[in-house]
């Protein structure tokens, strides 16, 4: 069974930073380009990064310089470093493999003073 765990999530004040996690299981990990994505609320999901089997990363606008993607295949997770946070970063946040067929269950990142 495929599953993708995200955690790391949580309430931070603006302009700090929070590093989330994705443990994936049940699917070859290391071949995957791998996305992370988020929705506030009230909107629709918003892709905010790939980072591809090789460790390449894409980035949106809205996250370029602030957020960075990562990978280690050896134990099947993948990071999203977030820096610079702000009151628009506030959403549930996801990990998904590439076709966007497999999702993790979402992890809540709350920026707020």
């Known amino acids: 069974e495929v599953q993708l765990q995200a955690s790391g999530g949580g309430l931070v004040q603006p302009g700090g930073s929070l590093r989330l996690s994705c443990a994936a299981s049940g699917f070859a990990f290391g071949n995957y380009d791998m996305y992370w994505a988020r929705q506030a609320s009230g909107k629709g999901p918003e892709w905010i990064a790939d980072?591809?089997?090789?460790?390449?990363?894409y980035y949106a606008d809205s996250v370029k310089g602030r957020f960075t993607a990562s990978r280690d295949n050896a134990k099947n997770t993948m990071y999203l470093q977030m820096n610079s946070l702000n009151i628009d970063d506030t959403a549930v946040y996801y990990c998904?493999?590439?076709?966007?067929?497999?999702w993790g269950q979402g992890t809540q990142v709350t920026v707020s003073s």
């Open positions: 980072i591809n089997n090789d460790g390449r990363t």
């Open positions: 998904a493999r590439d076709g966007w067929d497999a």
